[in-house]
Each structure stands twice: as C-alpha cells, then as structure tokens.
C-alpha cells in the first residue's frame, strides 16, 4: 500500500432526532478494499454520504486523500466517486452521451473521455445498447451505466452503497472483478453490502457498524477473535456482534 491514508474519519456525528453515527472513527488506505456491514438502520448510508460531501456531519472531521470534505468539497469530490443504492440516470440520454456529460462536469478532455467512455461500455457489456435511451434500461443494465459514470474520471477513492443490487450472476462478478482491479491498482475501495459471502471474499478488511458505532474491524480472523468465535462464519460473527 502507499503511504498516507485514503479517507481519515475523526468523531463523526450525525443525528435525525435520534444519533444515527456517534463520534464513528475510520481509517482507510489507498489499494485498501473495505467492506461496511451493519443491520438495517445501523447507519451504513448516511456514513457513506457524509464521506461523499452529500450531507453535513454534526460533528467531527472526514478527510480524503488529504482534502476536508466539508471545508474543501471540491477538491475532495474530484478524487472520488460515488454509486448510490438506487441508479439516478438521465433517462432520455444513452449510455454515450451520458458518460460524456459525466466526463464534461470533470472537466476530462474529449478525447480522453471518449476513449474512456468506450472502453468501459465494452467492458461493462453496453456497448451494443450505447445509443439507446437509458429509459428503457433494466435495473442491472442502468446500476452498470451509473458504475460507468463514476469510473471516467479515474477516481482514487470509490464509495459503493450495495453495488451488486440488481446485477445478474455475471454482471456482479464483471464489477467485483473491476473493483478489484481498481483497488489492486492503488484506488481505495469502500462499499457496503447484505451479501456477507461477497464482502467476506472481496474485502482485505471490514467493519461492523451498529448502533451508530464500529463495533469491529478487520479481516475475518480478527473479527473471529473478538466475536470469541473462533471457528464461526462471517455471518456468525456478524450476528453474533450486532445482537
């Protein structure tokens, strides 16, 4: 891994009449790939969306690759990307023209967007559906057009809330395999999932958050170890930590 951390979180607080996060610390450097598990409403989104600038923290500092999101968020934006759980598309452009519109707000030369926006259709299996309409795209089809978008500008930090919803079996394993190619590359990687056999074999470290809190982080050894069980499952050790 390179030196100096990706994403550095200190107290982050953030309430909606109850504290969904409190004080939250995270560390995350750059070839890291992170997995966020927790139960519904343990906080997963709203944390994910702090640390992408689109909503304000109550308290505490979120820093990526050395950029204040909240005092420098441009800055800190134009080194990331960002997939929300739901596609938020365009409908009325084709895959092309949006990846060149996305390209456009980056400020990504044409030339070298084109290039880019090619190569990710024809890896992402879209290019023959690159002129037509994202209208009448499937969920799967538009989260790959989105996951397209994201990636033109090359970002060194990818923040991923349940990537693999509504992606078929060779879909899902096409975008693991890019992430990891991403992450491999020296781009950190964050995203949370339901899919605890997905997280367990992609991430080199994951975090249980519940309560608003950490309750856990590394790799599966470590989690065994402080669950105390030593022979569990991640799906064990999952349960075991936020009941």
Partial sequence: ??????????GLTKSFGRK?????????????FYAL?????????????????????????ISVFGHDVVRNPLAAKAVMAWLPDEPLLYDRLSPMEYLEFVAGLWRVEPALARARAEELLETLGLWGHRHERCEGFSRGMKQKTVLA???????????????????????????KQMLQSRAAAGAAVILTTHILDVAERLATRIGI??????????????LQLHAGVAAGSLEDVFLHLTN
């Fill in 1 to 10: 891994m390179q030196n100096g951390h990706a994403l550095r979180v200190r």
């Fill in 209 to 222: 958050l519940s309560g608003g809190q950490l309750r856990a982080e590394g790799d599966l050894t470590a």
């Fill in 20 to 32: 969904v996060i409190d004080a939250l610390d995270l560390t995350i450097m750059p070839g890291e």
């Fill in 149 to 175: 978008g994201a990636l033109i500008h090359e970002p060194r930090f990818l923040l991923l809330d349940e990537p693999f919803t509504g992606l078929d079996a060779a879909s899902a394993r096409l975008v």
């Fill in 37 to 61: 598990l927790g139960p519904n409403g343990a906080g997963k989104t709203t944390t994910l969306r702090m640390i992408a600038g689109l909503m304000r923290p109550d308290a505490g500092d």
